[in-house]
């Protein structure tokens, strides 16, 4: 029987935006101010500081992505304490902490949250009828994976 996650009426959701999307990610959110002052937000360092003040919301903030906050947003996705994830990355730059940002991906998906990773995508997540509801989501079993057996 699979295990389920119920995720409330009131969501929390991760905020988390490259340097050079930013902007666009300040643009979108004043643009649904209403509807993310509905829901717990939690963003990495500066993308949290900048959403604060231009949404006069408060915002959980953790680390700046490149000093471990990618990381504790995965933490927190993998103790289920994140119920969604908007993240404006920037397909045209390398990142110095690639591999936390991909970390962190592999985290939503493996856990099985809805992740907006672009405009349109978080216009349609925020816009479903499973934002203003509660919802349940299945969590994926581990179990096989956690009592496979290891060789030396």
Known sequence: MP???KLAINKRIA???HDNRKADLIEWATANKEHLAQHDLIATGTTGKLLEQMLGVPVKRVLSGPLGGDQQLGAM???GDIDVMIFFWDPMEAQPHDSDVKALLRLGVAWNIPMAMDRATADFLMTSPYMKSEYEA???DYTG???RGIHT
Do not use: Q
């Open 77 to 79: 996705i993998a103790t």
């Open 3 to 5: 295990k389920i996650k």
């Open 138 to 140: 299945d969590v994926p």
């Open 145 to 147: 994976y956690l009592s």
């Open 15 to 17: 905020m988390v935006a």
